[in-house]
């Protein structure tokens, strides 16, 4: 009992971080290392970010409520020697980590650079359907569903039958945040090529002042593009030559190359061109 009335207020909080902190190393090793990858539809990497994003707030508790002054000493040559040598251990430990997975051939020696598992490449139906935080898939009726492209005052809309008769095709990389990348077909129309279409909107980089592609879902999510980046944004009516399925974004979606999953856009009902620019957005969307 004497133990306990000494303890500090918010002792429950530090105890609560730890606990976070570890949960976080403990699954991102056993996500890289590939021993288990998932327990159900949790996965290993959902647990290592989730932990992560959810002790922030514990950390700026802890720096406010123990704040200790900065001291001339903390700033000496010394105090900067131990930094980087801290820094050092940690780069020397995860290079060893990484070196001792492909040595005794772990599953996580198949990962790709950003660290996801190759899963379902040119299967369409193993592709796993993921959408970002609290986004439902949405019922969406193709025939009154129409795609708004807009510039300043001037819109135009097109409706699913006009964008199927469209068949350009890319092959590109899902790589998804959550520790998977699939590689598919995809086909349907490059946006550089609809926005081409109506001069009233689009003539050449800056057309109406604009400056970015701003791409919004029905379930509000949206990400912004750089103009000149419309030519690499295919909005995609199929996947391995079969229309989207709703999980994947039924009636059309967005198909960027080269970039993470969150950009791909899903169910997308408005593209418009404004002058904000590109970088005008969070990191990750929060929607």
């Not at 050092?88 to 060893?96: L, N, Q």
């Not at 593009?225 to 974004?249: C, I, S, Y």
Request: proline content about 6%; charged content about 15%.
């Amino acid at each position: 009992a004497h133990g306990i009335q000494r303890r500090r207020p918010g002792w429950w909080a530090s105890l609560v971080f730890t606990g976070l902190v570890i949960a976080s190393v403990f699954a991102g090793i056993l996500h890289s290392t590939g021993l288990l990858l998932a327990v159900g539809p949790i996965t290993a990497m959902e647990v290592h970010v989730g932990a992560a994003l959810l002790a922030i707030p514990f950390v700026a508790w802890h720096v406010i409520a123990r704040r200790i002054p900065v001291r001339a000493v903390d700033l000496s040559r010394r105090s900067l020697l131990r930094a980087g040598a801290l820094l050092t251990g940690a780069r020397i430990a995860s290079a060893a980590g990484e070196c001792a997975v492909r040595l005794f051939s772990l599953p996580g020696s198949t990962r790709r650079f950003t660290g996801s598992y190759e899963y379902g490449s040119l299967q369409p139906a193993a592709l796993p359907v993921t959408q970002w935080i609290a986004d439902a898939v949405p019922a969406i009726d193709p025939a009154s569903w129409r795609l708004n492209i807009q510039a300043g005052v001037a819109i135009r809309e097109w409706t699913y039958g006009e964008l199927l008769a469209f068949d350009d095709r890319v092959r590109a990389t899902l790589d998804c945040t959550g520790g998977f990348y699939s590689t598919q077909d995809w086909s349907g129309v490059w946006l550089s090529r609809l926005l081409e279409s109506s001069p009233s909107l689009f003539a050449g980089e800056g057309r109406g002042g604009g400056f970015s592609l701003h791409v919004r879902s029905l379930t509000g999510y949206d990400r912004r593009f750089a103009l000149r980046d419309a030519g690499r944004l295919l909005v995609a009516t199929r996947l391995g030559g079969e229309p989207l399925d709703p999980g994947h974004g039924f009636p059309v979606r967005l198909v960027a190359p080269d970039r993470r999953g969150y950009w791909w856009v899903k169910w997308v009902t408005a593209i418009s061109i404004d002058e904000l620019p590109a970088w005008w957005q969070l990191p990750f969307p929060m929607q």
